[in-house]
Structure formats: C-alpha cells, structure tokens
C-alpha cells in the first residue's frame, strides 16, 4: 500500500508558496530562496547558516487534533449492478485529523531587511488564509470529501519567547502557523448493498353485491 502524501503535499505547498511571495525587494524579482530546517540544523551547515538573508521552513510536529471529529463512513462501489439487483461496495473508515505545526525561521546582517521579511511572509499568509484542497492530490479520490471541504484554514500562532523553546542561543525572529487536515484512512472492508426491490402486489377483485330493493 502506498503511503499517504497528503503532508507532503501540504509542505510542498508552503515552500511553493513562500518563494514566490518574498520575491519582491532590493535583491531582485527571481525566486526567493527557503530552505528546509529548524534553525538549529542550519547553523550547523556552515553553507547554509552563513547566508544573508536566510528563510528556513521546518515542519516542527504533527498531533491529533481531537477537536474534529469525523464518525461517518463512506461507501464507494467497486462494480455495476449484478444480477442479484447488488452493488459490491466498500466501507471506507472516517479519516483521522491532524495538526501540522510550521516554524518559518527569517535572518539577515541588514535589520531592515530582516524586518522586511518578516512582514512580508506574514503578508502572504494572511492573503491567503485557506490551502486550496485542489493541491492535495492524494485526497482528490477521497469519497468522504465531497462537495462539503474548499480547502483547510491556516492559523498564525503567538509564540512568545518561542527561540528559546527550541534552544536557540538568541533571538530570532520565528513565525509559526498550524494547518489541520485529515490523514485518509487505509481501513476498507467489503460490503453488499441492495439498491432495488421488486414488491409484487396481488390484487383480489371484490364483486360489490346489488342492495335488496333492487334486486
């Protein structure tokens, strides 16, 4: 069984999103470099951690999101109609929701520049406050989405004092946001489903009997 994409879309997503939405500035209108990884790692890739200016993008954790709760099943047909009037079908478990928290780390030597930055990536995920579902092709097939899920809300988190939760030496300035969204479960069992009856009605014929006085 292939495993499930739907987080590795979602990151892909971000990454994609935050390139293109900190291209504007002084150094040019190209593609604004993010890398991948807690602040923490990148310093200690002196090829990364020296750079000026640096955006780094890290997933920090994954939880269960207990507040939606989903405890319908779907049911997807495998087949046509068959001759015993049956659709063979399958129950598909409600799917399990998560919450994905990003840590947006932003540095520069120049203050400005870095304050910039700053604004700018918290621009860009207020103008855009909801991940379309359309970049979530893994939930695409998903028959319990249907028509009801546009796309999953971004929330900007406040984390005072956050560098030192995440043992950093001094002050940077981090940017985190959570997204919640379902992980699709892989629990499917056979199931038949009756789709027509056929009631057959037999009709007696009552002979209505003429009255006395007219007989």
């Given amino acids: 069984m292939a495993r499930p994409k739907v987080v590795q879309e979602l990151s892909d997503y971000f990454a994609t999103l935050l390139r293109s939405g900190l291209r504007a500035g002084r150094r040019g209108e ?3 470099p993010v890398y991948w990884g807690h602040p923490r790692d990148l310093d200690a890739h002196p090829e990364i951690g020296s750079l000026s200016p640096l955006v780094g ?7 269960p999101e207990t507040r939606v709760r989903a405890t319908r099943v779907a049911v997807e047909a495998d087949g046509g109609l068959t001759e015993s009037s049956s ?15 990003y840590l947006l780390s932003i540095r520069s030597d120049d203050p400005v520049e870095e304050q910039e930055l700053a604004a700018a990536a ?5 103008d855009n406050p909801v991940v379309p579902l359309e970049h979530f092709d893994s939930l695409a097939p998903e028959p319990w989405l249907g028509d009801t899920i546009a796309g999953f809300p971004i929330t900007v988190r406040r984390d005072a004092g956050i560098w030192r939760d995440h043992g950093l030496s001094r002050h940077h300035l981090l940017l985190t946001f959570d997204v919640t969204l379902p992980l699709p479960s ?7 489903r009756v789709v027509e009856r056929r009631v057959a009605l037999d009709l007696l014929e009552r002979r209505e009997e003429a009255p006395d006085d007219a007989r």
């Avoid at 993008?57 to 939880?63: F, M």
């Avoid at 918290?122 to 207020?126: A, H």
């Avoid at 892989?186 to 038949?192: E, F, T, V």
């Fill in 57 to 63: 993008l890290c997933l920090l954790q994954i939880t």
């Fill in 87 to 101: 659709i063979d079908a399958s129950l598909v478990a409600a799917p399990f929701w998560v919450a994905c928290r």
């Fill in 122 to 126: 918290l621009q860009v995920l207020l």
């Fill in 30 to 32: 190209g593609l604004f």
């Fill in 186 to 192: 892989s629990r499917r069992r056979k199931a038949a």
